[in-house]
């Protein structure tokens, strides 16, 4: 029997109020919006932060040109809004992402399997 693994689905829901669980919400502003190989380090901070999408979408949808957001550099921002100039809004297409991210992945006889991705 399938069924839609429930509690993945809830923790992955889209929060509106991202800023406020953001792993870096303690962070000094100097620490945050650093150059060079300083961003690698501040890229770790992003790792496991559970609002990482939408801090990611927050970036691309206002242009953010400074600092790292949802675990990306300025660079790799520009690469993502030249590679996709037709997106209009990188929330809608991160939040159907994960949607469907959370829909693939099912219970199996208790056993969690992603079935596709």
């Given amino acids: 029997m399938f069924s839609i693994l429930l509690s993945v689905g809830a923790i992955m829901t889209w929060n509106d109020n991202w800023a406020d669980n953001a792993s870096c919400k303690g962070a000094r502003p100097d620490e945050l919006f650093v150059r060079g190989a300083a961003q690698n380090r501040v890229k770790q901070i992003c790792g496991q932060c559970p609002v990482k ?53 099912v219970t199996v006889g208790g056993n969690t399997q992603v079935v596709a991705s």
Wanted: charged share 30%; glycine share 8%; with cysteine.
């Fill in 53 to 105: 999408t939408e801090c990611l979408a927050e970036a691309l949808d206002n242009n953010m040109e400074w600092g790292v957001w949802g675990g990306t550099t300025e660079r790799e921002r520009r690469a993502l809004l030249r590679r996709r100039p037709n997106v209009t809004s990188w929330r809608g297409l991160l939040e159907a992402a994960r949607e469907q991210h959370v829909a693939a992945v």
